[in-house]
């Protein structure tokens, strides 16, 4: 058996099969290999102490009574089955799950999966599961359409019987490193014998990934410098025109960041540079004022932005800017009708001045710039690196920039950004007041939403930000529908609310955005859908729902939402505290504004390897390690592909080729032998 054969010569899988594994990009037995679960569940043997309703549990029940099932009030079907336990009477209740009763017979055996909570006497639980697994640590796979998580799990135990994967690191690494065997790691993250071989496992994949990923940057780095293809742009003798056509006065941060990029441009070598900046610091002026010279010069400019409604609003910003100016601003997204989509590529095949701003429909085939000098893409975070390669690829010689308003501590920046040079934007505008930040317990719901009132009335516009999009039936957490029907029936009563969440159609999303830019909605309910970017300057207060579930970094960014325009602005987090740690968390938030200071005590609570969260955003292409949580871990294998990359014994020359040549023919870091 190959690493590289094809997974359709694995038994069980026919052509249906094989067809939906490549969809998912799984295409090889390597693929499959590489295709780690994305968290692992942990149950613990029954006992009182953990009926708590937080931690998994494995119980023996006998079924003793099946109710018929119901409907709910929302519209939902519920049907109850009781058992006896040695713990007491279990009343279990399964959501829209009507004919779960035939999976059981009374007075027969099974043993349950879930969260139970003591009641009393009894124990109650919601859509607990047959126990399938015999394993204490249960791998959970990320599954798409007929592709379960156990058909993975088979496939996978079906290419380990077969395979021994060779070692790829030299033996004195592995020991200075404590690092366990390539093949006990994989072999480990799959099928995990204990909590300590999976840590051992994950922390040996960690470091061969960001291994390789620091290869690749130094790599990059070195053909980026002695490549002399770039284009060399003069400066446009309107520039200073520009400048004074914006309706404010810049910072000195934004002055100085505008300098470094418009010096990049003279460079004969593509620049490549990250744009940090705090939510609110006004990077997107800096990227039209570097567009403007690029189309001066006669090239093309793109700006790409993760969602439609983003693009729209850098279109909108473009455009008032731009357009007075003689520039030609065109907007391309999912949107965008079939007629003007052929049109504008027409003119972008002829190499036409144009600042193209839009979403990834940018990246599409059918989009060919002839003439592009310019590629930025904003909020890296919300891009796959694949989908930046594609953008990139459009033109090997323009400059590059990547805007974020995810603030890193500067020295881990230079350290995990090290091919791109770095630039921040470390100033507000002036007369930007800060934004009052409260923690509350949901206790006191009632005089969040007074405060809600209270804006309104003023004529301002209010965020109110929730965790979930349907209703949750564990009721701990409340979601955009569940929260709309509650509010508008009750405490704000008479308000013209809507909501917007992820599900939604681009074009729904889109509406609900104008509707609340032009003040026709007052109070928007939403998910996390607006956390990038959007900026609506009537709007003054954020109201985040069960806070303690969103990260320091994300709470900055719904944050920042507010505060935009000339009235006081409030945040008011409301989180279910169940503990001090939880309350110092959160409490970061209530002492500072700063985004810096915010990214730093963030990485410093989290620490490193949160084992049973395995990071697998792939947002720097990486698939289990997390750069900034894992940074302690990043500085040790980075100084270890250092020390490869520039070595010149035979052994590290070989290494090093083998490792490049790999990374070459793949999107992932982890190399297999």
């Known amino acids: 058996m190959d690493i590289y054969d094809s997974v359709g010569t694995l038994k069980g899988v ?85 004919y779960v009763s035939s999976n059981y017979t009374i007075g027969e055996t099974y043993v349950l999966n879930g969260k139970f909570v003591k009641k009393g006497k009894n124990i109650e639980c919601i859509n607990p599961v047959l126990n399938k697994d015999t394993e204490e640590i249960v791998p959970v796979y990320p599954a798409e359409g007929k592709v379960t998580g156990t058909l993975v799990k088979k496939l996978v135990r079906q290419i380990l019987t077969k395979v021994i994967i060779n070692e790829n690191f030299p033996p004195e690494i592995l020991k200075e490193e404590s690092l366990v065997s390539l093949d006990e790691a994989v072999r480990n993250l799959h099928f995990p014998e204990d909590r300590h071989r999976l840590e051992e496992s994950l ?42 056509r914006i309706p404010f006065e810049m910072t000195g941060a934004q002055n100085r960041v505008i300098r470094e990029i418009l010096r990049d441009q003279k460079h004969s070598f593509p620049m490549n540079r990250l744009l940090q900046g705090d939510v609110g610091s006004g990077k997107t002026i800096v990227a039209l004022v570097a567009l403007f010279n690029v189309i001066e010069n006669g090239y093309q400019g793109a700006l790409m932005a993760p969602t439609e409604i983003l693009a729209k609003q850098h279109f909108e910003e ?43 429909a940018l990246i599409e085939e059918k989009v060919n710039f002839s003439k592009l000098g310019m590629i930025i893409t904003d909020e890296q975070h919300r891009f796959g690196v694949n989908q930046r390669a594609k953008l990139i690829n459009k033109s090997k010689t323009a400059e590059v920039l990547v805007m974020s308003a995810t603030p890193i501590p500067r020295t881990m920046a230079l350290t995990i950004y090290s091919d791109l040079d770095l630039s921040v934007i470390d100033e507000l505008p002036a007369g ?32 109110i930000v929730t965790p979930l999009i349907d209703l949750d039936e564990d009721g701990e957490l409340n979601s955009v529908i569940g929260l709309y029907d509650e509010l508008s029936k009750g405490l704000l009563k008479g308000i013209r609310m809507g909501y917007l969440h992820g599900k939604m159609s681009s074009k729904e999303k889109a509406a609900v955005m104008e509707s609340f830019k032009e003040g026709k909605i007052q109070v928007l309910i939403a998910t996390t859908v607006i956390e990038v970017g959007v900026n609506v300057q009537n709007a003054s207060m954020m109201v985040i729902e069960n806070a303690e579930r969103f990260g320091l970094a994300q709470l900055h960014q719904l944050r920042g939402r507010v505060g ?54 792939g947002h720097s292409g990486l698939m ?50």
């Open 318 to 360: 473009a455009t008032r800017l731009l357009c007075p100016m003689g520039v030609e601003v065109r907007m391309l997204t999912g949107s965008t009708k079939k007629s003007e989509r052929d049109q504008i590529a027409r003119e972008l095949e002829k190499g036409k001045p144009v600042l193209m701003v839009g979403t990834h």
């Open 203 to 244: 922390k040996r994949m960690k470091f061969q990934e960001m291994f390789s990923y620091s290869m690749k940057i130094m790599l990059s780095k070195s053909m980026r410098l002695t490549n002399e293809e770039g284009i060399v742009f003069k400066m446009s003798p309107r520039l200073a025109e520009l400048k004074n």
């Open 564 to 617: 935009r325009g000339e009235y006081q602005s409030y945040c008011i987090m409301i989180a279910n505290i169940r503990s001090q740690t939880t309350r110092e968390r959160l409490e970061i938030m209530v002492k500072s504004n700063d985004g810096f200071f915010i990214a730093e005590e963030d990485l410093k609570q989290r620490g490193t390897g949160q084992l049973f969260g395995v990071h697998q955003s």
């Open 14 to 98: 026919g052509q249906k099969t094989r067809e939906q594994l490549e969809n998912m990009g799984l295409f090889t037995l390597l693929d499959l290999l590489l295709y780690f679960p994305r968290a692992y569940d942990q149950y613990f043997e029954a006992d009182e102490m953990y009926f708590n309703g937080m931690d998994k549990v494995r119980l023996e029940a006998v079924p003793i009574k099946i109710a018929r099932p119901f409907r709910t009030r929302t519209g939902k079907s519920m049907s109850t089955i009781y058992f006896s336990t040695r713990f007491g009477q279990l009343k279990a209740m399964f959501f829209n799950m009507p």
């Open 432 to 463: 930007r007041k800060e934004i009052r930040t409260l923690l509350l317990d949901e206790t006191k719901r009632k005089s969040c939403y007074s405060k809600v009132i209270e804006e309104v009335d003023k004529g301002r516009q209010a965020y």
């Open 624 to 673: 289990l390690s997390d750069l900034a949580a894992d940074y302690e871990l990043f500085l040790r294998a980075n100084s270890y592909a250092v020390k490869v990359y520039s070595g010149r014994s035979p052994e590290e020359m070989k290494m090093k080729k083998e490792f490049l040549d790999k990374i070459s023919k793949s999107m992932n870091f982890i190399c297999l032998n």
